[in-house]
C-alpha cells in the first residue's frame, strides 16, 4: 500500500533572527518569526509525512500554545513525527520538497540539508529532494518579508 501526503508551511522574515531551513543554519540579515525556531521547510515535510499517514498536521502533535516547544528546534519535530510513521508501521520511501525565498540563495546549502535531514528520518539523502525558487521579486516573498516551502512524501506499508 501506497500514500501521498502533501505538506506546506509560511514564515515572516524578521531582521536580526536566525534562519534556519532544513535544519541547516542559512547566513543572513534576517531569519523566521514562529513560535520554534520556524524552520518552514522541516514544518512542511512535517505535514506531508503525518497526511501521508492520516495523523493529522503539525499544530495538532505540537502546538503553539505549548511552551514545551516554544523556541525548540524544528528537527524535534520531525524526530518526533518520524516516531509517529515508524510506529504506525509505514516506510518513508520519498520526499520531494520546493522552498520558495527570495534570498539568500540556498543552492549552496541544499546537501547539507538533504543530509541533515536523511540522518533525522534514517533514511537515503537521495530519498529527500530539495528545490530552491524565487517568487521573480513578486508578492511578499518577492519583497523579502516571507518564505514558503511545500513537501510532498510519499510512504509505502
Same mark, same amino acid.
Given at each position: 500500500?501506497?500514500? &501521498?501526503?502533501?505538506?506546506?508551511?509560511?514564515? =515572516? *522574515?524578521? +531582521?536580526? =533572527?536566525? *534562519?534556519?531551513?532544513?535544519?541547516?543554519?542559512?547566513?543572513?540579515?534576517?531569519?523566521?518569526?514562529?513560535? +520554534?525556531?520556524?524552520?518552514?521547510?522541516?514544518?512542511?515535510?512535517?505535514?506531508?509525512?503525518?497526511?501521508?499517514?492520516?495523523? /493529522?498536521?503539525?499544530?495538532?502533535?505540537?502546538?503553539?500554545?505549548? &511552551?514545551?516547544?516554544?523556541? =525548540?528546534?524544528?528537527?524535534?519535530?520531525?524526530?518526533?513525527? %518520524?516516531?509517529?510513521?515508524?510506529?504506525?508501521?509505514?516506510?518513508?520511501?520519498?520526499?520531494?520538497?520546493? &522552498?520558495?525565498?527570495? /534570498?539568500?540563495?540556498?543552492?549552496?546549502?541544499?546537501?547539507?540539508?538533504?543530509? %541533515?535531514?536523511?540522518?533525522?528520518?534514517?533514511?537515503?539523502?537521495? %530519498?529527500?529532494?530539495?528545490?530552491?525558487?524565487?517568487?521573480?521579486?513578486?508578492?511578499?516573498?518577492?519583497?523579502?518579508?516571507?518564505? +514558503?516551502?511545500?513537501?510532498?512524501?510519499?510512504?509505502? =506499508?
Amino acid at each position: 500500500m501506497f500514500r &501521498v501526503g502533501f505538506g506546506f508551511d509560511t514564515h =515572516k *522574515l524578521t +531582521s536580526g =533572527k536566525k *534562519l534556519m531551513i532544513g535544519g541547516v543554519h542559512i547566513p543572513s540579515d534576517y531569519g523566521c518569526e514562529g513560535y +520554534s525556531d520556524a524552520d518552514v521547510l522541516i514544518h512542511a515535510m512535517c505535514d506531508a509525512l503525518l497526511g501521508a499517514a492520516n495523523l /493529522r498536521d503539525i499544530g495538532y502533535h505540537f502546538p503553539d500554545t505549548d &511552551v514545551r516547544y516554544k523556541d =525548540k528546534e524544528s528537527v524535534f519535530f520531525l524526530k518526533e513525527v %518520524c516516531k509517529h510513521i515508524v510506529k504506525e508501521k509505514w516506510k518513508i520511501e520519498n520526499i520531494d520538497t520546493t &522552498v520558495v525565498l527570495q /534570498r539568500p540563495k540556498l543552492s549552496p546549502y541544499i546537501f547539507s540539508m538533504q543530509e %541533515c535531514l536523511a540522518t533525522v528520518l534514517q533514511i537515503d539523502a537521495n %530519498c529527500i529532494s530539495i528545490k530552491a525558487k524565487t517568487s521573480e521579486t513578486l508578492g511578499f516573498i518577492g519583497r523579502t518579508e516571507g518564505i +514558503s516551502a511545500h513537501a510532498v512524501a510519499l510512504l509505502s =506499508k
